[in-house]
């Protein structure tokens, strides 16, 4: 009996806002090439207000003392690429991979107090990117190693894990 007045209620978590940042001098360069970083910016905000299966801020009334929030960054993405940087007679190839980095800010709904600060960083695994660079489109300049849905793919694998990391520490 004791021990069930001690037990603790979970707090309830919610999400707060979701924005991107930009300014990656890799995401720089890969925008020369063509692609158009604002509408792929957009899109993957929409994606990632789906993939949070917790409710919005906006929807609570009368917060609870326990009432947690946390608000999420998309701190940069990039589709990947391969180059190489030439000194000369001596070249250095330059790889990166496709990857989709998130940041959460965890807090107190009622106080606004910071609680924990999350990052995490998906990345494509290499056997995948290697064949998508040495594909012939890629090679001919033709597409990116990673296509939207690859970024899409990516992000809902970042999100997953940023909200069970949130869900832990709540």
């Known amino acids: ?9 979970p707090p309830r978590v919610f999400v707060g806002s979701l924005s991107i940042t930009s300014g990656n001098l890799i995401r720089h360069l890969e925008g020369l090439s063509g692609t158009a970083p604002p509408a792929l910016d ?8 789906e993939l ?10 009368n917060p609870l003392a326990t ?15 391969a180059t190489d940087l030439s000194l000369g007679a001596v070249g250095l190839p330059l790889y990166w991979r ?3 980095r ?12 910071p609680k924990a600060t999350f990052q995490v960083t ?13 594909s012939w489109r890629v090679l001919a300049g033709l597409e990116l190693p990673a296509r939207r849905n690859d ?8 999100a997953s894990r940023l909200v069970t990391r949130v869900q832990g520490a709540a």
Not at 67 to 81: H, I, N, T
Not at 122 to 134: A, G, K
């Open 1 to 9: 009996m004791l021990r069930n007045l001690m037990k603790r209620e």
């Open 42 to 49: 957009r899109a993957l905000l929409m994606e990632l207000a």
């Open 52 to 61: 949070l299966p917790l409710p919005k801020v906006e929807a609570v009334d």
């Open 67 to 81: 009432d947690m929030a946390f608000d999420v960054v998309v701190q940069g993405y990039r589709s990947g690429s």
């Open 98 to 100: 496709p990857q989709v």
């Open 102 to 113: 998130l940041a959460a800010r965890l807090y107190h709904l009622r106080s606004r107090q």
């Open 122 to 134: 998906q990345r494509m695994p290499w056997s995948l990117y290697l064949s998508r660079v040495l």
């Open 151 to 158: 970024l899409e793919q990516l992000l809902r694998q970042a």
